[in-house]
C-alpha cells in the first residue's frame, strides 16, 4: 500500500520582468529569470522581443506585437500576486506605451532599467522609443541608466560624480521616486554608483573589476533590486544589497563563447552552497594536524587555519579556529571549534591573495626562523616574502598589504610567504593553496624537512 506526502509549498514574492529575449543566454528574460531564483523569488515573465544574439553581439532581432505582449501581462497579472516589476529591453515606442499604461495601475514597486544598448555596442532601442520613456519613468520607483542612458535620458554626461548627480536629480524631476546612475561604463579604476532619492544623494565607489564579462549585468543588478523590494526591503538596503551581488556575479563570471563571456547570475547561491563543505575541510585539517603533533610548527601566538568558500568576498565566508591552535604538554590542541568569521589576520591574508589568484581557497599561519627558512630553501617552493618596516602609513591593513607585496606581479605563485616581523610582531610563515588536502600535505612536508635537517625540536616550551 503506497502512502502520498504531505506538499509543503514554499512562499516567494513573485517578480514580473518585461524584456527582451537573449538567445545566449547572459542578459535579457534569461540573466532576469535566473537572477529573481537566485535571489529569493519567483520569477515570471513577458518577453517584448526576441532576438538573436551571443556573447559577440547582436544577430538580429524582432518585436513581438504589442497584442502578444499585452497578452503576457495579463495572463500574469491576473492570476500571480505580483510584488515587484523590472522591465528591460522595450525595443520601440508602441512597446514602451504599453508597458507605461499597465505601470500606472500597478500597486507594487516598478524599477525601470532603461535598456538602449547592448553590452557590445549593438542599439537595443528605436530614437522615437527613448522618447516615449519619460512617461514610463513618471511611473517608476526606481530607475538604473547606465552613464550613456543617463545622458541621452537628461541631456547631461555623468563622467564624475557632479555629473551622476545632476543626471539623478533631472531623472527625479521626470517623476521617477528614485535612480541609480552606474558608472561601469565610464573609465577609470574606480566604479561610481550614484543613488538619488527625494531625501538624499549616496555615492558609492568599488573597485572595477579588470575585465570586459559584463554581459547581462545591467538586468541582474535591476532584476535583484527589484526582487528585494518585492521582498519588502527598504530601497537603500536593496541597492546595496544588490551592487555587491552584481560585482560578485561580474568577478566570477562564466567562462563561456567565444567573446569576453557572461555574469554568473547563480554565484552567491553557489557560494552559500559550499559553506559546509567548506567547514568540514577546515575542520579535518585540523584533526589532521593534532593526530600529526605539528607542534614544531606553532607559532607563539598560536596557529590558525583558515577555508574561504569559492567565491568569498569577505571574512564572513571564511571559516577558522575560534581560539586558534596552540601548544599542550601533549602536543597541540584546537582551543574552540570551527566557525566562519572567527578568523581576522590569517583570513583577510588569504582574501587578498585571492584578489591575484582567486583559485587559493585554504591558508594556516606557523613560526618562522632561520630553521624554517633553511627547510623552506630545501624544498625549493616559491617563497615570497614582504617586510612590515615598508608598509605605508595609508595601508588598509598589514594582511591585505602584505598579500598585495607577495603576491601581485609574482611569476611563479608562491605557497608559502615570508613575515619576518617587527618590534612587538612575531615573525611568521604562511602557507597557502587551492585545496585542504595540499594545505595538510604542505605543512607535514615543512616539519618533515625541519626534522631531516635537525632543526625540528621542539622547544620545550
Known amino acids: ?74 495572463a500574469v497579472l491576473s492570476d500571480f500576486d505580483v510584488r515587484a516589476v523590472k522591465t528591460g529591453m522595450l525595443a520601440t515606442a508602441e512597446v514602451v506605451e504599453t508597458v507605461t499604461a499597465y505601470a500606472a495601475d500597478l ?55 557632479a555629473g551622476a548627480r545632476l543626471a539623478g536629480q533631472r531623472l527625479l524631476a521626470m517623476g521617477v521616486d528614485a535612480a541609480l546612475v ?16 527625494g531625501d538624499t544623494i549616496e555615492t558609492a565607489r568599488h573597485p572595477r573589476v579588470d575585465t570586459d564579462a559584463t554581459h547581462g549585468s545591467g538586468c541582474a543588478l535591476s532584476a535583484a533590486i527589484a526582487t528585494r523590494l518585492a521582498h519588502g526591503e527598504p530601497l537603500v538596503d536593496a541597492v546595496g544589497r544588490s551592487v555587491a551581488f552584481m560585482e560578485r556575479a561580474v568577478r566570477y563570471h562564466h567562462d563561456v563563447g567565444e567573446g569576453p563571456g557572461a555574469v554568473h547570475h547563480l554565484v552567491a547561491l553557489r557560494n552559500e552552497a559550499r559553506r559546509h563543505e567548506t567547514a568540514e575541510s577546515v575542520a579535518d585539517l585540523v584533526g589532521w594536524f593534532e593526530r600529526e603533533n ?30 586558534r591552535i596552540t601548544k599542550t604538554l601533549e ?89 619576518r616581523g617587527d618590534v612587538g610582531k612575531e615573525a611568521m610563515t604562511k602557507l597557502v593553496a587551492g585545496e585542504a588536502g595540499t594545505l595538510g600535505e604542505r605543512l607535514l612536508e615543512l616539519r618533515a624537512t625541519l626534522s631531516e635537517l635537525g632543526t625540528g625540536a621542539d622547544d620545550g616550551d
Open 294 to 323: 605539528v607542534r614544531t610548527l606553532v607559532p607563539e601566538v598560536g596557529m590558525n587555519v583558515v577555508g574561504a568558500t569559492p567565491y568569498a568576498e569577505s571574512t564572513a565566508e571564511t571559516a577558522a579556529v575560534e581560539g
Open 182 to 197: 552606474k558608472g561601469g561604463h565610464v573609465p577609470g579604476e574606480e566604479v561610481l554608483d550614484t543613488l538619488v532619492t
Open 107 to 161: 500597486e507594487c514597486p516598478l524599477v525601470v532599467d532603461p535598456v538602449m544598448v547592448a553590452a557590445t555596442g549593438d542599439r537595443l532601442l528605436t530614437e522615437d522609443a527613448e522618447a516615449a520613456y519619460e512617461d514610463l519613468l513618471a511611473e517608476a520607483t526606481l530607475a538604473t541608466p547606465n552613464a550613456d542612458e543617463a545622458a541621452v535620458l537628461t541631456g547631461v554626461e555623468p563622467s564624475d560624480e
Open 331 to 419: 602536543g597541540v590542541r584546537a582551543n574552540r571549534g570551527v566557525r566562519f568569521g572567527a578568523s581576522s589576520h590569517v583570513a583577510r591574508f588569504l582574501l587578498a591573495a585571492r584578489e591575484h589568484s582567486p583559485g587559493l581557497r585554504f591558508a594556516v599561519n606557523c613560526r618562522f626562523d632561520d630553521d624554517v627558512e633553511a627547510a623552506l630553501e630545501s624544498l625549493g617552493w616559491p617563497v615570497a616574502e614582504y617586510d612590515r618596516a615598508a608598509e605605508p602609513d595609508d595601508a588598509a591593513g598589514t594582511m591585505d598589504w602584505g598579500a598585495e607585496q607577495a603576491f601581485a606581479g609574482a611569476g611563479e605563485r608562491p605557497v608559502a610567504v615570508v613575515d
Open 1 to 74: 500500500m503506497s502512502e502520498t506526502r504531505t506538499p509543503a509549498p514554499v512562499d516567494r514574492p513573485v517578480v514580473l520582468t518585461i524584456a527582451g529575449s537573449d538567445s545566449g543566454g547572459g542578459a535579457g528574460i534569461q540573466a532576469d529569470l535566473k537572477t529573481i531564483e537566485a535571489t529569493g523569488g519567483f520569477g515570471t515573465s513577458a518577453v517584448t522581443a526576441v532576438t538573436a544574439q551571443n556573447t559577440t553581439g547582436v544577430e538580429s532581432s524582432h518585436v513581438l506585437p504589442v497584442e502578444e505582449l499585452a497578452a503576457q501581462i495579463d
